[in-house]
């Protein structure tokens, strides 16, 4: 099953971009790439989630390298409410209906007013 | 979107005691649930998947008598957690599969809110 890490903190100032980095050099070709966030005393909280291309919502933006071993979570206007941890997830298992996720240690964003 | 619900938010027991804590999926029949549990600073530990109409699978280390799981229906798993100790503390986390996860691979599963558990 494919790892991965990312930095234990971040800082960011408010209204800036927020650039989050994942590796997960260990990939496998069907494997998606999943970002959740989880807000202190909180359940995680959906973020985006990719294959190959890059993808973006409403919430973040997703890019990832072509290789696939890496990628980078966007938060384009970084606000005082996206302070939180998050965690960048690649999707385990191999039997439908029994799959889950690994949390790994995440990254504590912090937002600087 | 896909809800999960959980019951309590937050509650606090004498040791000793048992205390449920349940789930449910709100909009969608969940099939597979899964279980975690977090310590303070730390990130979510899978304890246990639930599976509807038959017997929750444990990951290793996790005692299957002191924390029961039961998956009586697909919109609810409770968690029990028996005989608690105050190193039972911890905050629990349920999540949710729709019957198709496991064949659409690029759906995302749905967390609770979770309950923070206390034992005096």
């Known amino acids: 099953d494919a790892k991965t890490t990312q930095p234990p903190s971040m800082d960011c100032a408010e209204g800036r971009a927020a650039n989050l980095p994942c590796n997960h050099s260990t990939i496998s070709g069907n494997e998606y790439v999943y970002w959740y966030r989880q807000i202190h005393s909180q359940g995680p909280q959906y973020i985006i989630h990719g294959l190959k291309n890059n993808e973006t919502n409403e919430m973040a933006s997703l890019i990832i390298t072509e290789d696939r071993k890496s990628s980078t979570l966007i938060l384009p206007h970084a606000t005082l409410r996206d302070t939180a941890v998050y965690y960048c997830?690649?999707?385990?298992?191999?039997?439908?209906?029994?799959?889950?996720?690994?949390f790994g240690t995440g990254t504590r964003l912090t937002i600087i007013p | 979107g896909a809800v999960v619900s959980q019951h309590p938010s937050w509650v606090i027991c004498k040791s000793g005691t048992s205390v449920k804590i349940e789930c449910r999926s709100l909009?969608?029949?969940?099939?597979?649930m899964f279980w975690y549990r977090q310590f303070p600073k730390q990130s979510l530990m899978l304890m246990a998947t639930s599976n509807e109409g038959s017997k929750a699978t444990y990951e290793q280390g996790v005692e299957k008598d002191k924390f029961l799981i039961n998956h009586a229906s697909l919109t609810l798993s409770t968690l029990t957690v028996t005989s608690a100790h105050p190193e039972d503390s911890s905050f629990y986390i349920c999540?949710?599969?729709?019957?198709?996860?496991?064949?659409?691979?690029?759906?995302?599963?749905?967390f609770g809110n979770g309950t923070r558990l206390t034992v005096t």
């Open positions: 999540s949710a599969n729709p019957p198709n996860w496991g064949l659409l691979r690029n759906s995302p599963l749905h």
């Open positions: 997830i690649v999707r385990v298992g191999h039997n439908f209906g029994n799959e889950k996720l690994t």
């Open positions: 909009d969608f029949q969940a099939t597979t």
